[in-house]
């Protein structure tokens, strides 16, 4: 996905708030089956890079302009 405008971005960046929260809190319950807690834990990684990447191209590009 490509950001296009400042509202986009916003919400992006509130997502990648909420997600890394929830990794973080994932991340210290030890309660969870340990191999599903893994999994979520890789999926929730990527979703994060991926937006972190969003938001990286979402700003280069506007300092080129």
Excluded: C, P
């Amino acid at each position: 996905m490509e950001l296009k405008d400042e509202i986009q971005l916003a919400n992006t960046r509130s997502k990648l708030a909420e997600l890394e929260a929830r990794y973080e809190e994932l991340r210290r319950d030890g309660t969870n089956n340990t191999h599903a807690r893994k999994a979520t834990l890789r999926s929730l990684m990527r979703y994060i890079n991926q937006f972190k990447e969003e938001i990286a191209r979402y700003e280069a590009h506007q300092l080129v302009k």
